[in-house]
């Protein structure tokens, strides 16, 4: 794939989905950085990924993100990628969600991929790729989720404006807008309940399409008519 030449940094890697992510990129040669909340998880994925440079953030600390962009180019020589892969999930009507629980939500699902992405900009070398996994809400909000809807749309509507910025700039803005995954994610929701779920995509099969979609230097990544997920240039 054409992101080989220098390495990739996965924040979130401790998730299920970055997890996948971070041993598939490894298993096809590319050098890879992990980074994640849970130490320990932390340091099994960097294990299974030959040893690969490891390092604990706080998505509520947004310079810490930042510099952990640093981190990875320092450690890999450089960087073709930071590809993000950090959420949070809170289910509930609006008027149910306190501010702590929508400040939370936005923070992490907004503003701390954000912040990696804008530290990424300036390092990712010409012809690399930032990426970042968004959501169907992006597309059909759902009640029961507005808080966690408008985080998501709000990262949506930041990376399709950067990517116009970076038109000329060689590096390609890549939005992974996945359906439900079966990661467990919502289980994990840090308010509520989620409603009744069909039965969601394999990792497997999102991972195959993210890798598929950063190899193509793809726009986006989304649930398609003939297949489970299609891939746009």
């Given amino acids: 794939m054409p992101i080989r030449?220098?390495?990739?940094?996965?924040?979130?890697?401790?998730g299920a989905l970055g997890a996948a992510l971070?041993?598939?990129?490894?298993?096809?040669?590319?050098?890879?950085a992990v980074a994640g909340r849970d130490r320990s998880g932390l340091a099994r994925v960097s294990r299974a990924c030959g040893d690969a440079p490891a390092r604990a953030f706080d998505a509520y600390d947004l310079e810490q993100c930042a510099r952990t962009v640093t981190w990875a180019a320092g450690e890999l020589g450089g960087l073709d990628g930071v590809v993000v892969c950090v959420g949070s999930s809170a289910f509930g009507p609006a008027e149910s969600v306190g501010d702590a629980?929508?400040?939370?939500?936005?923070?992490?699902?907004?503003?701390?991929?954000m912040a990696f992405l804008r530290a990424a900009l300036p390092v990712v070398e010409p012809g690399g790729v930032i990426a970042a996994i968004t959501g169907v809400v992006v597309d059909s909000p759902q009640a029961g989720m507005a808080d966690y809807s408008a985080s998501k749309a709000g990262l949506s509507t930041w990376l399709r404006a950067v990517r116009r910025e970076q038109r000329r700039s060689g590096v390609t803005v890549l939005e992974i807008r996945l359906p439900h995954v079966e990661t467990?994610?919502?289980?994990?929701?840090?308010?509520?309940?989620?409603?009744?779920?069909?039965?969601?995509?394999?990792?497997?099969e999102?991972?195959?399409a993210i890798v598929a979609g950063l190899s193509a230097r793809a726009r986006l990544v989304k649930p398609g008519r003939d297949a489970p997920l299609d891939i746009e240039r």
């Avoid at 030449?5 to 401790?14: E, F, I, N, Q, S």
């Avoid at 629980?101 to 991929?113: D, G, I, Q, S």
């Avoid at 467990?184 to 497997?204: E, K, N, S, W």
């Fill in 22 to 32: 971070a041993l598939r990129l490894h298993e096809q040669g590319v050098a890879v």
């Fill in 184 to 204: 467990g994610f919502a289980g994990r929701a840090v308010l509520g309940t989620p409603p009744a779920l069909p039965t969601g995509l394999p990792v497997a």
């Fill in 5 to 14: 030449r220098k390495g990739v940094l996965v924040p979130g890697a401790t």
């Fill in 101 to 113: 629980v929508a400040e939370h939500l936005f923070t992490v699902n907004a503003l701390a991929p």
């Fill in 206 to 208: 999102a991972v195959d």
